[in-house]
Structure formats: structure tokens, C-alpha cells
Nanobody, 125 residues
Framework: VQLVESGGGLVQAGGSLRLSCAAS????????MGWFRQAPGKEREFVAA????????DYADSVKGRFTISRDNAKNTVYLQMNSLKPEDTAVYYC???????????????????WGQGTQVTVSS
């Protein structure tokens, strides 16, 4: 499985960004997908996940109501729309792909071994 993130950048507090993760190497539509982030000096943490069909999602409390995860199975891509960004959202954001098919979104609160290279998001105050 290959995962390639894009869409990171520098944005002012209150602004928005949309991250994308393009997947290849297996049948994308069968697998739950998730986003994690890692800030300097901190452990990697769960942000959001979506099940294989896009019918259910899961979010960390810190991003509920501000971030939205979605997927386009025709494009083999998962997205993370981030609104009302805060300086504490600054981190490297990573895409993660479930290791087993047909899983619930909640499975990816424990990440699999399939990671992208990450994309930097910096929110200035």
C-alpha cells in the first residue's frame, strides 16, 4: 500500500486547509482510512477516521466540529477538511490505512502499519 499526502501549508489561525491522501496498491474502497498528527515533542495522535464505505466517521474530541473526513472511492483518495484552525493544530499530518478490509472507522484509533510520508500543517497566531 502506498499513501501520498498533500495539501499542507502555512495558514493563519481561523483559516482552513484541505489535506488529501492518495492511495494505491490495493482496492481502496474496501478499507477504512484515517488521519493522525504529530506535533514537535509529542506522540503521534489520532485525528479522524472513516469506514470503508464512507458511511461512518470517528473524530478526536479536539477536532470535532472543526474537521471533516471524507473519501472518494472512485479517486482512491481520502480528505481531511480542516476549518477554524488553531495554533495547537500545528503538526505533521499522516494518512493511515486499515490493514483489514470492511472495518469500522473506530478500528483506526489504533493505527495500522500503513503510513504516508506526512504533510506539514503550520497555524500561525
Amino acid at each position: 500500500v502506498q499513501l501520498v499526502e498533500s495539501g499542507g501549508g502555512l495558514v493563519q489561525a481561523g483559516g482552513s486547509l484541505r489535506l488529501s491522501c492518495a492511495a494505491s496498491g490495493r482496492t481502496f474502497s474496501r478499507y477504512a482510512m484515517g488521519w493522525f498528527r504529530q506535533a514537535p515533542g509529542k506522540e503521534r495522535e489520532f485525528v479522524a477516521a472513516i469506514n470503508w464505505s464512507g458511511g461512518s466517521t470517528d473524530y478526536a474530541d479536539s477536532v470535532k466540529g472543526r474537521f471533516t473526513i471524507s473519501r472518494d472511492n472512485a479517486k482512491n483518495t481520502v480528505y481531511l477538511q480542516m476549518n477554524s484552525l488553531k495554533p495547537e493544530d500545528t503538526a505533521v499530518y499522516y494518512c493511515n490505512a486499515d490493514g483489514s478490509p470492511w472495518g469500522a472507522a473506530s478500528r483506526l484509533q489504533e493505527p495500522s502499519d500503513y503510513w504516508g510520508q506526512g504533510t506539514q500543517v503550520t497555524v500561525s497566531s
